[in-house]
């Protein structure tokens, strides 16, 4: 089980039927996209009730009119507890068609159905440039209140229960085993050299900040900006939101195979397992990376 990650193209208008099956209200609030006056999805003035009562349905309506948008956080602003426990999201927008009557699809990674919900899917985009590409969306999220406050003795270890990357927590990054894959990794897989877009966002309601790294490869601080400068780790707090295309794709540069930590850099919450690994596959005459199929030499 990952968060919600909805992806949509430039120009799309998008309806969300919310169904709430909890004794509570709950919101469902998209930032940056266009919305109906509806479906601001907070209580705020003299604003008509924005909540989905408890057994009841509502729709939402939001229109994402650029794909500079980039990645959209979905929070619940009903009240602090449900997003705490995990009731956030985010809506991923793509690049339209560069192709007249054709459109953006977006396809499972493994089987090649269509799909367009899930924290990782493959992009193609007609005439773009690149024309295919691997979309990722990380969330992390904490709820620790304690560390960081000016007490003494200062407090220096984060909670491991509720320092999570996709709902996940890794095996403890200290001592001889660290970083070591137990099946619990969340994990990223691509080719050498594929394109990929890498969305990153620290979820609603999470206490603290936190230093995003890819494990060495790098991304411009904003990818529609010519020479914008080129960071491999990016500071970021809840609700921030980070859209790294990665330099050179899968495997940075150099394109370079093997298993690449991903994750927070903030010392105490990689140690209690906020990181996940990339695995980079190397390209042979068996396999089909998304460059060589777009170069039709498969």
Same mark, same amino acid.
Request: charge should be negative; proline fraction near 6%.
């Given at each position: ?11 799309e ?8 099956l909890l ?55 009903s ?5 705490? $426990?995990? /009731?956030y999201?985010?809506?991923?927008? !793509? +690049?339209?068609?560069?192709v %007249?009557?054709?459109? #953006?699809?977006?396809? =499972?990674f493994n089987?090649g ?6 924290? $990782?899917? /493959? ?5 773009? !440039? +690149?024309?295919?590409?691997? %979309?990722?969306?990380? #969330?992390?999220?904490? =709820?620790?209140v304690t ?5 003494m003795p ?37 080719y050498?050299?594929d ?17 995003f ?30 859209d ?5 794709g ?19 919450f ?25 170069g039709?030499t498969?």
């Amino acid at each position: 089980m990952v968060p919600l990650v909805l992806h949509v193209v430039a120009g799309e208008c998008v309806h969300v039927n919310v169904t709430n099956l909890l004794t509570n209200p709950v919101g469902f609030s998209v930032g940056k996209l266009e919305r109906d006056a509806s479906s601001g999805g907070v209580n705020v003035g003299f604003s008509p009730d924005q909540n989905v009562a408890p057994t009841k349905t509502r729709q939402y309506e939001y229109y994402a009119r650029t794909d500079r948008v980039g990645t959209a956080v979905i929070s619940d602003l009903s009240g602090a507890t449900t997003m705490k $426990q995990g /009731l956030y999201g985010a809506v991923v927008v !793509s +690049p339209k068609s560069q192709v %007249d009557g054709e459109t #953006t699809e977006f396809s =499972d990674f493994n089987t090649g159905l269509a799909r367009d919900i899930g924290s $990782q899917v /493959l992009v193609h985009v007609p005439g773009g !440039s +690149p024309q295919d590409y691997r %979309d990722f969306t990380v #969330t992390m999220a904490d =709820d620790d209140v304690t560390i960081g406050q000016d007490f003494m003795p200062y407090p220096t270890s984060a909670k491991a229960d509720r320092s999570l990357i996709n709902y996940q927590r890794a095996p403890l990054g200290d001592g001889p085993t660290a970083f070591r894959n137990a099946g619990k990794v969340p994990t990223l897989t691509a080719y050498a050299g594929d394109p990929e877009l890498v969305h990153v966002l620290m979820a609603p309601g999470s206490e603290n900040s936190h230093v995003f790294n890819m494990g060495g490869p790098t991304w411009s601080q904003d990818r529609f900006l010519d020479n914008s400068n080129l960071v491999s780790s990016q500071g970021m707090g809840p609700w921030e939101t980070i859209d790294a295309q990665i330099t050179g794709g899968a495997g940075g540069r150099s394109e370079q195979p093997g298993s690449y930590f991903y994750g927070d850099l903030r010392r105490p919450f990689t140690a209690v397992g906020m990181w996940g690994l990339q695995r980079v596959l190397d390209v042979d005459p068996l396999t089909c990376s998304i460059r060589r199929v777009n170069g039709d030499t498969c």
